[in-house]
């Protein structure tokens, strides 16, 4: 993914006035104006006065978390938001526009300002409110309901990738050892189905066509691969791939990056 950046990069001198030339025609020295004082009374009172404490402005509440972060406390975040029906997706730890949108709107139930972002006052409130959340609540295995598992995908290791239901499990001897949310292409460049292998991996991957990010990127056909996808975890389902598989939780395709091995099966059903 390509980052752009955006911008938003006398003195003078009065000439002094000469006194007239000539001598004083009277030796009495003329009587210099008195100055005003301030009276004490006044000065005492002017110099007693203190700003109102109501007028001195209120320091405005850490930001701890926004649009771009990307952490466990995020994850947390996430995680206890979903708690309380105001995220409806599996935590995937990366601050995106539903995890904004989502902070907007608990702010706006409690009577907090609409900003999306995540200040002390907010992670405050929300911790108050909600239990520490456990490790089921913090990596679910999809937000998506599995289907069953295609009979090519029972034997061997396999990463079992469903357009059914959006998911993708990667499996060893019939067993689901992980599960995670997925997204493929377009009706205009839609991802293959079938048998496959993986025959490429790169921990750090830029498409050499649309010159963007492919983290965690597992080659399976061609230019097609299982890799992780920022605008996936920042947008849902709002977008789709140019025909790779996209995984929005880094934390867990980074576990099973680990794992695969070259040669191991690629099935992609319906």
């Known amino acids: 993914m390509l980052l752009g950046g955006a911008a938003a990069g006398c003195t003078g001198t009065a000439g002094a006035s ?17 100055s005003k004082k301030p009276s004490p009374s006044k000065s005492k009172g002017k110099a007693s006065e203190k700003p109102s404490e109501s007028t001195k402005p209120k320091p405005k509440p850490k930001v701890l978390m926004s649009t771009g972060s990307k952490s466990k406390q995020v994850r947390e975040l996430q995680a206890r938001l979903r708690a309380i029906g105001h995220f409806d997706r599996s935590p995937t730890g990366y601050y995106g526009t539903m995890t904004a949108s989502a902070v ?133 389902y709002a977008g789709a791939s140019h025909g790779c598989v996209n995984v929005r939780d880094e934390g867990k395709l980074a576990s099973v990056f680990s794992q695969v091995k070259l040669g191991d099966q690629v099935v992609v059903y319906r």
């Open 18 to 34: 000469q006194e007239p030339s000539g001598k004083q025609s009277s030796s009495v020295a003329p009587e210099k104006p008195e």
């Open 104 to 236: 907007s709107s608990f702010q706006g139930k409690r009577g907090l300002d609409r900003t999306g972002r995540t200040d002390t006052v907010t992670w405050a409130r929300l911790t108050a409110m909600t239990k520490q959340p456990d490790r089921d609540a913090l990596y679910p295995p999809t937000t998506n309901k599995l289907d069953k598992p295609d009979p090519r995908c029972l034997k061997g290791r396999v990463l079992c990738i469903s357009k059914t239901s959006d998911t993708l499990r990667w499996m060893v001897d019939g067993k689901v050892v992980t599960a995670m949310d997925v997204r493929f292409g377009s009706q205009y460049t839609p991802t293959r189905e079938g048998t496959f292998s993986v025959f490429q991996k790169s921990r750090h991957w830029t498409s050499t066509i649309y010159h963007t990010p492919m983290p965690y990127a597992m080659f399976f056909s061609g230019g097609q691969a299982v890799h992780y996808s920022s605008d996936f975890a920042a947008r849902g």
